[in-house]
């Protein structure tokens, strides 16, 4: 149950202020219009409130009333469901089944390059950039073959890939030769309203959005 009583009357968020999990979760809040408090939070030192609801201590953690759930892709499938509209996963089962597939190789094989990159040492970023360049020019066929990731509308797995692309520059990891794909992918996500409406102030210095 949340601990401050100011939760159980609001959608709220404790979030990083820069991480591409998170970052996922407020896409989601931003594609679907909802209103939601966001705590900001070092995860290194978490707020009482935050020990208190969440048993690893992580963010994203989203409570609403008694409800307190973490974990991005579970955070972000309950908001998709929660609030319906606009959907952003498809209807037949088995599109979404390769999005969620989709979704979980991002999780286990592209974020923890970018955390490596982030927290890890000279040698750990350095094989992570490799390898996260490796990733990009592997999905350059997938950026060509739709307007978004994998569908020809938006959705939770666009969620997912466009903090990861947002954070590139930063990361210091250039595009492939043939990456215009990608980046025009990115551009046409990063011009939606609901995309800026997903920055922090932190997120928003890494890069200009596009005009």
């Known amino acids: 149950m949340a601990a401050n009583p100011r939760m159980r009357n609001a959608l709220t968020l404790f979030s990083s202020v820069d991480d591409v999990l998170c970052h996922r979760v407020r896409l989601v809040l931003a594609a679907k219009g909802v209103t939601y408090d966001l705590i900001q939070v070092d995860p290194q030192n978490p707020p009482e409130d935050l020990i208190d609801l969440n048993p690893y201590h992580s963010v994203p953690t989203l ?50 390059q970018i955390q490596a990159i982030q927290i890890g040492n000279k040698q750990q970023a350095e094989a992570a950039r490799k390898r996260l360049r490796e990733l990009l020019t592997a999905s350059v066929p997938l950026f060509k073959a739709s307007k978004f990731f994998l569908s020809a509308e938006m959705s939770l797995a666009d969620c997912a890939m466009a903090p990861i692309i947002w954070r590139l520059r930063t990361l210091d990891v250039p595009l492939p030769k043939d990456g215009k794909a990608i980046e025009d992918y990115g551009n046409r996500i990063f011009r939606g309203p609901g995309f800026a409406r997903s920055l922090t102030p932190q997120e928003k210095n890494l890069r200009e959005l596009p005009g």
């Open 63 to 112: 409570v609403e009333r008694d409800l307190v759930l973490y974990a991005a892709s579970v955070v972000c499938e309950y908001l998709d469901e929660r609030y319906p509209h606009p959907p952003l996963m498809p209807v037949d089962p088995l599109s979404r089944a390769r999005l969620r597939l989709a979704m979980l190789r991002l999780e286990h094989d592209w974020v923890p």
